[in-house]
């Protein structure tokens, strides 16, 4: 079956603008979840949607949001983009019906603000 | 919030040698995963654990759920190049949201 899907896989933006990044999970996973990976920080949480509901929030400022869908595809979007922001924007999706929470991870999008 | 320690942060070996890291936690958690990272891709699941004390193999990998449950290793014997990438140990606990370390840089000298 087709794996986690992300897109874009590559994007520049500028100071100022806002970005909608896309993601489309394993065909029956209903979990989504974004992480943001820098060389410094590693894998930081964004945030868990399960059943078009944010189940989890990592410490990321209102800049940072997310969606999803009732076909469990999501969305996050990052508004007023700073230099910070640029990295690697993983989303990974696990089935979620209990217990572990094993997620398969997509190949991510690249974000560079100029 | 929940914070995992990695070591090391990198290592690089001769091919055939044997690798090991560890990951530590402040907390106790009720499942150890760990991933592997290849450049320009996202982390693949190597190996779960669920039960402390649990010692799982992986072909040349080999991990264990610390008795404790606030620590893991993974195990890499006879590495060979592909090995090469970012390691990452990844924890959850009563929050069931995923922590993970920042991970380990293995380079390997053929």
């Known amino acids: 079956k087709a794996g986690v899907t992300q897109t874009p896989r590559y994007l520049i933006k500028t100071r100022g603008q806002q970005v909608t990044l896309s993601c489309s999970p394993i065909?029956?996973?209903?979990?989504v979840s974004w992480y943001q990976q820098t060389p410094g920080q590693g894998l930081q949480f964004l945030f868990e949607?399960?059943?078009?509901?944010?189940?989890n929030k990592g410490n990321f400022p209102g800049r940072f949001s997310g969606r999803q869908f009732s076909n469990s595809r999501s969305e996050m979007n990052v508004s007023t983009l700073e230099l910070g922001d640029s990295a690697l924007y993983l989303c990974?999706?696990?089935?979620?019906?209990?217990?572990?929470?094993?997620?398969?991870f997509g190949a991510g999008s690249r974000l560079t603000v100029l | 919030g929940q914070q995992l320690n990695q070591s090391p942060q990198s290592m690089f070996i001769q091919e055939g040698e044997d690798v090991s890291m560890n990951c530590t936690s402040s907390?106790?958690?009720?499942?150890w995963l760990w991933y592997k990272q290849d450049p320009g891709e996202g982390p693949v699941l190597l190996i779960a654990?669920?039960?402390?004390?649990e010692l799982t193999s992986n072909g040349r990998l080999t991990a264990q759920f610390g008795i404790t449950r606030k620590d893991s290793f993974l195990n890499i014997s006879a590495s060979i190049p592909s090995d090469v990438g970012i390691y990452f140990c990844?924890?959850?606990?009563?929050?069931?949201?995923?922590?993970f370390g920042k991970g380990m840089k293995l380079t390997v000298n053929p």
């Open positions: 990974a999706s696990s089935l979620r019906n209990s217990g572990a929470n094993v997620l398969t």
């Open positions: 065909s029956g996973h209903r979990s």
């Open positions: 949607y399960f059943s078009e509901t944010q189940r």
């Open positions: 907390s106790i958690f009720n499942t």
């Open positions: 654990l669920y039960k402390a004390g």
């Open positions: 990844a924890g959850q606990g009563g929050s069931e949201k995923l922590v």
